[in-house]
């Protein structure tokens, strides 16, 4: 149980193009998702909490306008990034909580490595 | 601030032991995780410690101590397959994830 799946896996773009990314859980509702960028050799950096039916929260220093978030429904959120430029090629990783309880498990997708040229 | 503090990188030969530690100072706790993450893939999940002691699972063992702010991960008859970066996290008051940088671990036969 507690499967999260994430599409494309892989993306490569160029400058200027706009990348959607979709997070979804497979076998649970997800009330809340959150969506994760990491450098290489870097640590997880949370860009923001994605709540069904509600506007995203951004963590400091993530713009909102660059990176859209929609959580529509309870199984699905998307993280689109636009007019991606290069040093936005990153590691993308989201993650779901099985529950609304705020200590539940985040159980993380694959993730999407995005390469922009 | 908020902080947690894993050593950076550890190597350990198959068939051993190795703990791997990690140390906390956050606003608030209600909770830590540990997550292994293998080269180029997402973190998956290994434990939650809420309360003082150990938990077990298999191989892999977590110790928590809140009057210390300080965990272990243990993990028993290494693997190669368990070369990773094992990454701790803490929930604080808000109920935010914090995440320590990641501790590489390397296996050599």
């Known amino acids: 149980g507690a499967v999260v799946s994430q599409h494309p896996s892989w993306v490569i773009c160029k400058s200027g193009t706009s990348v959607k990314i979709e997070c979804r859980s497979l076998?649970?509702?997800?009330?809340?998702m959150f969506w994760y960028r990491q450098f290489p050799k870097q640590s997880l950096m949370l860009m923001a909490t994605?709540?069904?039916?509600?506007?995203?929260?951004?963590e400091q220093g993530v713009e909102k306008d660059k990176f859209l978030i929609n959580h529509a429904s309870l199984t699905l959120s998307t993280l689109t990034v636009t007019s991606a430029h290069p040093e936005d090629s990153s590691f993308y990783i989201c993650?779901?909580?099985?529950?609304?309880?705020?200590?539940?498990?985040?159980?993380f997708g694959p993730g999407t490595r995005l390469t922009v040229l | 601030g908020q902080n947690i503090d894993q050593p950076t990188e550890m190597t350990a030969t198959e068939g051993a032991i190795v703990q791997i530690n990690c140390t906390y100072q956050?606003?608030?706790?209600?909770?830590l995780f540990w997550y292994q993450q293998h080269a180029g893939e997402a973190p998956t999940f290994l434990s939650y410690?809420?309360l003082d002691g150990l938990e077990e699972k298999g191989r892999f063992s977590s110790f928590l101590s809140r009057s210390k702010g300080y965990s272990y991960l243990l993990l028993k008859e290494l693997q190669m397959k368990d070369s990773a970066s094992y990454l701790c996290?803490?929930?604080?008051?808000?109920?935010?994830?914090?995440w320590g940088a990641g501790t590489k671990l390397i296996i050599k036969p």
């Open positions: 993650s779901a909580k099985t529950s609304g309880r705020e200590t539940d498990t985040q159980y």
């Open positions: 076998d649970f509702q997800a009330t809340t």
């Open positions: 994605s709540n069904e039916g509600s506007k995203a929260t951004y």
């Open positions: 956050t606003s608030g706790f209600n909770g």
């Open positions: 410690n809420v």
């Open positions: 996290a803490v929930l604080d008051s808000n109920y935010q994830l914090i």
